[in-house]
């Protein structure tokens, strides 16, 4: 990577040439990738000057979404560029300027066998109704493992299936199923508002981008509770904190109520991150894997969630699996 390349669509290509999960512009910085977990800046690159960062991002933005991040000084939106694929973007201002990242999403939904992740959880695209959370930190493959349970229901099964997200990344084609997809700001006011109408829209599975506050929470549990299947994302680090990480959400007056929809509605709990390879040709991801069986829906009821991970330790025959007993067979199969 030793061309200076001064345009922003030059950019993209190196990105997608390079397998890069991610591209970064910051102003008063050269621009850098994100390949395989690392950041590698682009060599020969020049910095990225201050108002040519502005003039990158402006050029992006509708009069809505600039007016969006004037008042808010961040924005996130979707980037679809002919022939370089789709982008999720998050702009903002940093102490040299702007700043931008460019998440890039493949053009193919990839299978779910294709990911490398246990059994269990191709199963929860069998399920009714209920709640379905793909917990981990940022880049650890979250959208990618729901991407494709979405589109495994959307193959196989007829159902109406809609998405909120912000912003949309994957996009589906109805197959089997009629898939309506509708992104925050753009089509519709905010999460709340998306879930207050998909009650009333005949919604059989419902994929929510990320549950941030309570107002959200409380809907999406609402809507297991009333005969869809959820699922959802959250940025924690484990099965167990992603149920204390829900509860905690809620004023302590209301937590008793919310422990006891979500002992009954919650149906699993994944937790993934993802690894280099030892043969350093990609990445891997290692899952911890929570189902809600009778003993796990007793202790989120009874406010004993610290006892989850020895119920995960002895749950392998409802299809559990702790993160140790991932890593350890992926090291098996010499993965890692």
Request: charged share 25%.
């Amino acid at each position: 990577m030793t061309t200076k390349i001064p345009k922003l669509d030059q950019y993209f290509e190196l990105a997608k040439e390079h397998k890069a999960s991610d591209l970064f512009i910051t102003s008063g910085s050269v621009p850098a990738l994100k390949i395989n977990g690392d950041i590698v800046f682009i060599e020969g690159a020049s910095e990225v000057q201050r108002d040519m960062a502005e003039k990158y991002l402006i050029d992006l933005l509708s009069p809505v979404q600039k007016e969006h991040f004037e008042a808010n000084l961040d924005i996130d939106f979707s980037l679809s560029m002919e022939k370089l694929g789709r982008f999720r973007v998050n702009g903002f201002l940093n102490n040299a300027g702007v700043g931008m990242v460019f998440r890039f999403i493949p053009d193919m939904i990839p299978a779910f066998e294709s990911l490398g992740l246990p059994e269990v959880i191709h199963k929860f695209t069998n399920l009714k109704n209920g709640l379905v959370l793909v917990t981990g930190t940022t880049g650890s493959g979250k959208s990618t493992t729901l991407a494709s349970l979405i589109q495994e229901i959307n193959l196989k099964k007829r159902k109406h299936i809609l998405t909120i997200e912000d912003p949309i990344e994957f996009v589906y084609s109805s197959a089997k199923s009629l898939v309506n997809q509708r992104e925050v700001y753009t089509n519709t006011a905010n999460f709340q508002a998306a879930l207050h109408s998909a009650l009333r829209e005949a919604a059989d599975v419902i994929l929510v981008g990320e549950m941030r506050d309570p107002e959200t929470v409380a809907l999406a549990l609402e809507a297991a509770e009333t005969g869809a299947l959820v699922f959802a994302t959250l940025h924690t680090s484990g099965t167990a904190k992603a149920v204390d990480r829900i509860i905690d959400m809620f004023p302590f007056e209301k937590q008793n109520q919310i422990r006891s929809s979500l002992s009954l509605s919650l149906q699993a709990v994944v937790w993934q991150e993802l690894l280099k390879k030892k043969d350093k040709t990609g990445r891997v991801a290692a899952c911890e894997v929570l189902t809600n069986n009778s003993e796990v829906s007793n202790m989120i009821r009874k406010n004993a969630t610290h006892q989850i991970p020895n119920a995960i330790e002895t749950g392998a025959r409802d299809g559990m699996v702790t993160m140790k007993q991932s890593l350890a067979l992926l090291k098996e199969q010499g993965m890692i």
